[in-house]
């Protein structure tokens, strides 16, 4: 793993009024512009969880080349999170490195671990959304990596995910609210028509690996490019352990995502 002790500070960014809607830009030791990736952290959607458990990629990310902008949103437990925050602040977040000079706004990847997933490919998706929060996307991102993600959350639901976590970010179940399952869920939203990378541990008892495998098989049918990696022996957090061989994955991939 490179060396991250001589990377400049990654200072806090807002990009909108409420203290939640921040993230922090970390910066490779040289000159821009960089291409970026957003990171989106998990926990559920829900207030208890942020955007430091990610700092750890995003330190490695910028000391491989890339800016990592480590984003911040309204959770469920909060006022304004759930649906439409949620997706309105990630989506302005994204959108808000198009006003950023080190970064390459041509060359964006989103990134996310568990409902972070979930997130960042609903960003990549959301053009296609017929009511998506945030208005039309400024920035397109040009792949998508998913850890352990929340991919269909119909089936999420179904299953009971995080004792509940789809019917609280969205208000109720598919029979309640189908139109913002419609607009919010990537299995309805596939084909995204961005390359896009899924890496699921075996082990996982969090968020099944067969989240990974419906989506991606339903996505390839519908002419998407999907790649899943499954490790064997791998459980939800080794996703996001910049020394696990998971990540080792996700940095062999990133140049062609971004290219």
């Known amino acids: 793993m490179p060396h991250c002790h001589k990377l400049p500070p990654a200072p806090a960014v807002a990009y909108g009024d409420h203290p939640d809607q921040v993230a922090n830009l970390h910066l490779p030791a040289a000159d821009g512009p960089f291409p970026a990736v957003a990171l989106i952290h998990g926990g559920f959607w829900r207030a208890g969880w942020d955007r430091t458990m990610l700092t750890p990629l995003a330190r490695e990310l910028a000391s491989r080349g890339f800016a990592a902008w480590n984003v ?10 759930g649906w439409p925050g949620t997706f309105a602040d990630v989506a302005a977040a994204v959108d808000h490195l198009a006003g950023l000079e080190a970064v390459d ?6 990134l996310g671990h568990s409902a972070g997933g979930h997130l960042a490919l609903w960003l990549a998706g959301r053009a296609r959304a017929p009511a998506a929060p945030g208005g039309p996307p400024r920035i397109r991102p040009r792949g998508v990596v998913g850890l352990a993600a929340v991919c269909d959350l119909i089936s999420g639901h179904a299953d009971g995910l995080g004792n509940g976590a789809v019917a609280e970010l969205l208000g109720g179940g598919p029979a309640d609210v189908p139109e913002r399952y419609a607009s919010s869920s990537p299995a309805a939203l596939s084909p995204l028509g961005v390359p896009q990378l899924l ?4 082990l996982d008892e969090i968020v099944p690996v067969a989240q990974s495998r419906g989506y991606a098989e ?6 998407d490019d999907v790649e899943l990696v499954e490790l064997p022996d791998a459980d939800h957090f080794d996703l996001i352990d910049p020394g696990h ?3 080792g994955v996700v940095i062999d991939r990133l140049p062609a995502l971004a290219s």
């Open 199 to 202: 890496v699921h541990g075996g």
């Open 218 to 223: 339903g996505s390839r049918a519908r002419g």
């Open 105 to 110: 706004d041509a060359r964006v990847v989103t």
């Open 72 to 81: 911040e949103y309204r959770r469920v437990g909060q006022a304004g999170g």
């Open 245 to 247: 061989a998971a990540w």
